[in-house]
């Protein structure tokens, strides 16, 4: 069983059975237990918190040796990702995202499945394609310390919010992007990439979104790389991602942009002004641009 045939079945075949609000919201964590238990013989720790919601498995053998999935373990995500998506969205209580998590009983790894549960929405409304629907799903792998021993009760669940889940997306897309146009990746030494949102004003639950560069440390730094053009050009690119990604989600919530490289120094700054404004080349078309400037 594939990833993508996780992903389709975990979005689409509960839309078959429709949904309705049929759940208490008192009743949510305790009916995905007995429904995962009842209907597919799975033992999970369920967890609730603010806007989240949480299902937690624990099972021997989650990876092979190659570090995929074994069949059984992509058997037991879709049947609890299936499960959690009729509950949470039949619940009466507006839950914002739930997390998946299947954890290695004779490691220290853990992985979990994020989704927003509004994209699911957006799916059976026909408002977002699979395709995209597939990219919106944030997937975790963490070292959990000590083996677990137990039923897996120390399960920590993050409350998720919608700037942060998006601020990932964004690093997410753009470490997408820059895999497949590898000139980029390799003429400004780009090692890695992260995105976070940092909060300015709590009480409104407003910040600016930043996004980190790491860069080789043994190659030329990147204020000295390419001509200034050209680095303003790829900044741009990056913002432009970030842009539309905030405008697909419709998150109103932020102040800008800050792009920084790992030591906190800020490459580019871009104010929520700039948000409203044209769109311009993708990494394609600048990686085009390179090149017709070498010939």
């Known amino acids: 069983m594939s990833i993508q045939r996780l992903l389709l079945t975990g979005g689409l075949l509960f839309i078959l059975a429709g949904c309705r609000a049929s759940y208490p919201t008192g009743s949510v964590d305790k009916t995905i237990r007995e429904l995962c238990e009842k209907e597919y013989g799975v033992d999970v720790v369920v967890k609730t918190n603010n806007r989240t919601?949480?299902?937690l498995v624990v099972m021997e053998d989650t990876l092979l040796p190659d570090l995929t999935f074994s069949d059984q373990a992509l058997k037991k995500i879709e049947d609890v990702m299936l499960t959690t998506s009729r509950v949470t969205l039949s619940s009466e209580f507006p839950y914002d995202f739930f997390v998946i998590a299947i954890r290695d009983s004779k490691s220290t790894v853990q992985v979990s499945f994020?989704?927003?549960?509004?994209?699911?929405?957006r799916l059976i409304m026909d408002d977002i394609s699979r395709n995209d629907y597939f990219q919106r799903l944030l997937i975790d792998v963490e070292s959990e310390g000590p083996p677990e021993t137990g039923s897996g009760t120390n399960f920590a669940l993050r409350d998720w919010k919608v700037s942060d889940f998006l601020?990932?997306?964004?690093?997410?897309?753009?470490?997408t992007q820059l895999q497949i146009n590898l000139v980029i990746e390799r003429l400004f030494s780009i090692r890695g990439l992260e995105g976070r949102f940092d909060y300015t004003d709590k009480a409104r639950q407003e910040g600016q979104f930043v996004l980190t560069l790491f860069f080789d440390p043994r190659a030329p730094s990147f204020q000295t790389t390419g001509t200034e053009a050209l680095r303003e050009n790829f900044l741009k690119v990056l913002f432009e991602t970030a842009k539309k990604m905030v405008r697909r989600y419709e998150f109103?919530?932020?102040?800008?942009?800050?792009?920084?490289?790992?030591?906190?120094?800020?490459?580019?700054?871009?104010?929520?002004?700039?948000?409203?404004?044209?769109?311009?080349?993708?990494?394609?078309?600048?990686?085009?641009?390179?090149k017709e400037k070498r010939e």
């Open 167 to 175: 601020a990932r997306q964004i690093a997410e897309r753009l470490r």
């Open 53 to 55: 919601i949480g299902a």
């Open 252 to 290: 109103s919530q932020y102040t800008g942009l800050s792009i920084e490289d790992e030591s906190g120094r800020v490459l580019a700054k871009y104010d929520r002004a700039a948000f409203s404004k044209g769109s311009m080349n993708t990494l394609m078309e600048l990686i085009r641009s390179i």
């Open 114 to 121: 994020v989704r927003y549960i509004k994209d699911i929405r």
